[in-house]
């Protein structure tokens, strides 16, 4: 072999790579379309398909949810999980089909509308819609539910080792505590601390504000020192052996902590916090449009919403569930409601709070 | 049994140069320089409103890069990939030089460094991760032997990233060097020897500067990947800092901004890009040799 | 060499080695502790491997790698051996610009490829699936195949070759009888190579699955993610123990060659 490049073999293969790049080019210029699924408004009756792909949450379906619908309804489920909206969209987005059903939050659900990569749902198919809380319809994503069915609802708050904490937290401002220095974490989400941040100053968890967003920022980079990690749901194993002490976390993880070790305890900070709603949807691509209809009707019976509720330890949307329920999961008192908001999408501000993340994380 | 016929045209597809390099060659420019050219499109062209695309040609992302933040974060990364490498230079020389050296367990240690370099990436992550929590065995074991009254927090911080990197790429280091010791002619040394120099000249003069070439194949092979790597300081770093890797992974999932990370990502390239001039540089040989050595 | 190794030189050795090796013998150790939390040993036990077993994502995972990687290994031996023949027995006009295009994966940050196949098959609104991830594994395996058996091809004695040349024997029959058996352990090298580097790989595997698609390393980042379970422990050793023994493998056909 030669050693080093002579000079004409350096250009050619500069061009030869300019060649490539070019015809990349041409096809980068291609915009992305979405594939029309034959008949979409109406999916009709008829026999089911045998296989369904659901994409959901970690942690978020009850112990024997897909089990009993395999076993009565014949349908072998693959289940596939993930860990954050962003990571739902990038892949939807980057072209991965075969999801039947996708449980996105409200604010995901209008960027995938934005993109039209949702089926509108036949509510024919859906006997059951009557048992779901009117509260949870008709929401700003979603007014006319045509595309989603509530799954489950839940809230972000402080989560806590009542053992080994003096007093239990109250206000957001305990990240910046130094007593507990090297046993806090917030959760790796964008939305969450900065969201967390902005309403420990009393402004919207939605703001686009730069100002707001600035402080929040400061706030949030002078806690950081404080924090052990940025981690999201898994935290719930560094709670459960008393790495962590404190940790910013969803009310029904820590409910699903909380069952393994009973000194986890929950509070909703006096500043308020961000409340979600999570629904199933199925994506224009979907491949078993029938299955689909299949699951989420069966999902919507009581028993089977309180099965899904009680394993999770989120609140479900289906008024039948309630009092079917055994373990009522961590739910806020009537005037802790009115402290919360619901997260909403960014549009185009997102790009202003992906900047101040990513100044966070390097600050 | 083929006919004569058969053969003919077999000869023939096997004997010219055309043939035998038409699929690899293929499979290289449509699935490797396409897919790049596709990206340098993308980082010339603005980002959609819920991300995503829009049509037109923007400088602007490559702009955003000369922003001090970002520009920040490409030089902390840099540096920690050199840092990386060095301390992987210094651990591995002498590992080595003492296999070269080995006479009888030779093979038995070269196969005993290849290990590592073939066992999964994350496993071995993993690893650093079970040793090195609060909870974990270091602190377990000193904390049973009454060293410690609390546990040294060593998962989650820089110390933890740069282990865990050492960790991952020392065999790259290793095995290059060792492929250019084994190759140092015998007389050189024999001659020095004779000839009165001392151990730590023979060594400076001598057997260093001849397994350069060895060096740079090994500080590429870490450098590079050290570079674009993300996981360890997800992973290990508990997603406190954000080097570069980071950054492009960010922009391809929750930020969706996919021209401002291919911008990136052909910034990053740019490096990768200086380091491997210099490699080519000092001789291609090593890097085919030592690759053959690690079959 | 000559000489006598310096004591200092083969202590500072033997640490580097422990540290490469402990972690991992520790880590299979744990993975028969019957400890949840793993601070101290509380005895043997198979549980966390009988756990494996019982998950269906970890086997589909283990499967789905198993079948990607052979798959891989294969595609990628058969066109890196055709270019690394090409690249060293001939001359042609471009063979430096090939040559040079076939080191570019070499060199090109993982997550770089990743994210460009990603973009390409966006593009081209092609499904993430299997397909698209073998695609992506054979993509930047070609290269190490390549390598692998152009150092072996330019070390070989060609004077078999001409023999069987000259006794009458066409251009694919020398080639199939006579040069492929004396670059069988390259191959056998490149092929091994080719289906660790896809068995292992997490980080452009990541960026091209589709649904219902995880392979093993997938999982694996998911319960290195989620959990501290043992269960980790057991998968990560089954692994480990796969890829020893494809070691063993590789080098006692290397040696048997070398004969």
Redesign the interface.
Known sequence: ??????RR?FI??S???SV??????A???????QEEMPGDSMVGGGALEDEL?I?NW?DYIGTTTVSDFEREFGVRV?Y??Y??N??L???L???????DLICPTGYAVD?LR??DLLAPLDRSLLSNWENLSPEFLGRSFDPENQYTVPWLWGLSGIAYRADLVASPPDSWGVFLDEAYR?KMTQP?D?RDVIGCWLKYRGHSGNSRDPEELAQAKADAIQA?EN?????S??VK??LI???VWIAQLWNGDTAQARAEEPEVAFKIPREGSMLYLDSMAIPR?ARHPKAAHAFLNFILRPEVAAGISDRSGYGSPNAGALPLQTRPGLVPTPEEFVRLEYQEDL??A??LW??I???I??G | MRSTRQRRILARIVSKPSTLLAPAGIWLIVFFVVPLGVMMVYSFMPRGVYGGVDSGFTLEHYRRFLDPLYLSILLRTTLMAAGCTTICLALGYPVAYAISRARRWKHVLLLLVIMPFWTSFLVRTFAMIFLMRDTGLINSVLMRLGLITEPIVMLYTPFAVMAGLVYTFLPFMILPIYASLERLPTSFLEAAEVLGAKPSARFRRIIFPLSLPGVVAGSLLVFVPALGSFIPSDLLGGAKQMLIGNLVQNQFGAARNWPFGSAASFVVMAVVLLGVMAYLRSGRGELATSLRDIG | MTGRLPRWLGVVAGSVFLFLHLPILILVAFSFNASRFSAGWNGFTLDWYRAMTRRPDILRGLYLSLEIGLTSAVISTVLGTALALALHRYRFRGRATLESMMYVPLVTPEIVVGISLLALFAALNISLGVGTILIAHVAFSISFVTVIIGARLAGMDRSLEEAALTLGADEFTTLVRVTIPQLLPGIVAGALLAFTLSFDDYVITSFVTGSGTSTLPVVIYGMVRRTIEPTVNAVSAVVLGMTTLLIYVADWISRRGAK
Not at chain 1, 1 to 6: A, L, P, S, Y
Not at chain 1, 93 to 99: D, E, I, M, P
Not at chain 1, 227 to 231: A, D, E, I, P, R
């Open positions: 072999m030669t050693k080093g490049c002579t073999e050619t293969s061009l030869t790579a490539g790049l070019g015809l990349g080019a096809l980068a210029c291609e915009p992305v379309r792909t994409y970690s693959i596939d999980t860990e954050s962003e990571d969209l990038a892949k987005q980057a072209g991965a089909r075969g999801y960027v934005a993109f090297g790796d964008m950081k924090l052990k990690s940025f981690v749901a898994p194993d560094q052996a008393g790495d691509s549009a185009e997102t790009a992906d900047r993340w990513t100044e994380k390097v």
